[in-house]
């Protein structure tokens, strides 16, 4: 029987994948009866109401008037510490190298090497920042002082090593829903307020980042409601959100798309769909897919990233080139006009988040990291077969 453990998560707490997956990650971990502190400047907006085991500690940033900038890094590197001291905790789990697992190793500087440090690497981080070279040299030191090191995708691994040329072990561990989230059906009444019965749905949800190539969303649905009648549904926020606004008003669709701004419970939103759009130019893995795909929506998306790696082409989903919306549109029409092909696709995505990205099985691979980093061997095995 190995110990409960003591671990302090640190990661973005607002939308995005990266904070979902911690948080719910800290949530599974709380669960089994791991004691988990979340370590951050505001409540992850996942976490909500109160959960056994599991404990916020704010960073506050100084204010003092020669600091041009808030050092909110050095905030965290403190608190990191604190908290470390404080709880006696065995590890510092943090989400993104910049700035978290530079912050990690910060704290485990002022702490001592009894403090572990495990990075995940979720796709900014390396895509982004690591090309630039003000901050590469920074991000490699990072992920060779971590204790351990994980990426959400093997395209993501692959791109690390090849952008940073690190010879340091990365294990693949892939991003997991809980399928709990995603057993309620659909509510008819919630339905009905955006579209007929014999009207479709579609859904993108992101942050809107030129990288999600938001215009190739409504490129791809006016051409699918030229030929069935659909609503699209956004929901999230970012800087291509007025762009898209101004599409919408363009192409004469404004009755026909909703945007919804940020929500809580995309469970619930997810579920109201019968597509989802996800033709990024780059993700690292897809989350919103894997997401879609445990509500049994399937996904119409790029072959970017580590998509193809969620979404299997012509199983659960189909993908297409990198801003091919002509083929995205022809596949989505093709999906709902067939009934049958769509209840195989959503019957496939289905099985394939309980099985392969399944909660339990993906928790149990980073207990076997933290067990390995902390020194216990008991439950040492491969994180995955490469």
Known sequence: MNPMLKIGIACYPTLGGSGVVATELGKM?????????????????????FHTNIFYHEVEVSDYYVFRYPPYDLALANKLAQVAKQEQLDLLHVHYAV??????????????EHLKVVTTLHGTDITILGHDPSLRDLIRMAIHESDAVTAVSRDLMLETYDVLAIDKEIDLVYNFVDPRDYMTPANPQLRAGFAQPQEKILLHMSNFRPVKRITDVIDIFAAVHRQVPSHLIFVGEGPDLAKAVNQVKE???????????????????????????LPSEKESFGLVALEAMAAGVPTIGSEAGGIPEVVRHGIDGFLASVGDTQQMAAYAVQLLRDPQLW?????AGMQQARMKFSAASVVE???DIYYRVVGNSQRLKPSVNM
């Open 251 to 277: 192409l004469g669709l404004t009755n026909r798309v909703h945007f919804l701004g940020k929500q809580n419970n995309v469970a619930e939103v997810i579920g109201l769909a019968d597509l989802l759009l």
């Open 99 to 112: 700035p978290h697992a530079i912050c990690a190793y910060l704290a485990k500087q002022m702490v001592g």
């Open 29 to 49: 971990l709380a669960e089994k009866g791991h004691e988990v502190h979340f370590i951050t400047d505001r409540m992850p907006f996942r976490l909500g109401q």
């Open 365 to 367: 691979q980073y207990e």
């Open 343 to 347: 209840s195989d696709f959503s019957r």
